[in-house]
């Protein structure tokens, strides 16, 4: 998991909301283009186009936002416009038979103690493997081990996918260079790599760092 910076919320998102008046009081269900692509591209931009939990490449039509906190009635529909509360989460469109995982997963439940990319420690919370898994860096800490089992981070899907990203890093032909260049490379700042981050970013980080 990805530590994310928020941005400030988009101008036109901003200037949409405040046309709320004693008539009409917007909601997420009546957020709409052009104002929804534009938090759908802040969104993307702030996070890198990658997953805000598993950090899996975010492909075009297969990611939705996500609001951390649920916004259900039972929940904190206060939330539901609160950009702070918006990430985005891949699966969008989930084929027949297709594990579910992350956002889709978490679906409506919550707790305070669930690890948020947004908090400034996320990353230290987590362990990476060589064989693809995700576990806690603290065993002590259960939430830490409940977040990866609620977002489903360890379903064979996630970890084949992290497996071959690690794979040509454990090339034994890399002389110790080769490898510290590839793994500069593979980490480069999204500042300067088209403002996107390489998927799988904090498995790298973690292992060959």
Same mark, same amino acid.
């Given at each position: 998991?990805?530590?994310?910076?928020?941005?400030?919320?988009?101008? #036109?998102? *901003?200037?949409? %909301? /405040?046309?709320?008046?004693?008539?009409?009081?917007?909601?997420?269900? !009546?957020?709409?283009? $052009? +104002?929804?692509?534009?938090?759908?591209?802040?969104?993307?931009?702030?996070?890198?186009?990658?997953?805000?939990?598993? #950090?899996? *490449?975010?492909? %075009? /039509?297969?990611?939705?936002?996500?609001?951390?906190?649920?916004?259900? !009635?039972?929940?904190? $529909? +206060?939330?539901?416009?609160?950009?702070?509360?918006?990430?985005?989460?891949?699966?969008?469109?989930?084929?027949?038979? #297709?594990?579910?995982?992350?956002?889709?997963?978490?679906?409506?439940?919550?707790?305070?103690?669930?690890?948020?990319?947004?908090?400034?420690?996320?990353?230290?919370?987590?362990?990476?493997?060589?064989?693809?898994?995700?576990?806690?860096?603290?065993?002590?800490?259960?939430?830490?081990?409940?977040?990866?089992?609620?977002?489903?981070?360890?379903?064979?899907?996630?970890?084949?996918?992290?497996?071959?990203?690690?794979?040509?890093?454990?090339?034994?032909?890399?002389?110790?260079?080769?490898?510290?260049?590839?793994?500069?490379?593979?980490?480069?700042?999204?500042?300067?790599?088209?403002?996107?981050?390489?998927?799988?970013?904090?498995?790298?980080?973690?292992?060959?760092?």
């Amino acid at each position: 998991m990805k530590h994310i910076i928020k941005s400030s919320e988009p101008q #036109e998102f *901003k200037d949409w %909301k /405040s046309l709320e008046n004693e008539n009409w009081k917007p909601t997420y269900n !009546d957020l709409q283009n $052009p +104002e929804k692509q534009k938090v759908y591209n802040s969104l993307l931009s702030e996070q890198g186009y990658i997953c805000c939990y598993c #950090e899996r *490449k975010l492909i %075009k /039509s297969d990611y939705h936002i996500e609001h951390f906190k649920p916004q259900e !009635d039972n929940k904190f $529909p +206060e939330l539901q416009l609160e950009y702070g509360n918006m990430l985005c989460s891949c699966q969008r469109n989930v084929g027949k038979g #297709e594990p579910l995982h992350c956002g889709n997963s978490k679906g409506n439940w919550f707790d305070e103690r669930l690890v948020s990319p947004l908090d400034d420690d996320c990353e230290t919370k987590f362990k990476y493997t060589f064989d693809g898994h995700i576990i806690p860096a603290d065993r002590k800490d259960k939430f830490v081990d409940i977040t990866i089992q609620k977002l489903e981070l360890n379903i064979d899907k996630l970890i084949d996918m992290r497996n071959k990203v690690i794979e040509p890093f454990l090339d034994p032909e890399l002389t110790e260079k080769e490898l510290s260049d590839f793994v500069t490379a593979y980490l480069v700042d999204k500042s300067n790599n088209g403002g996107k981050f390489n998927q799988f970013y904090t498995t790298i980080q973690y292992l060959f760092t």
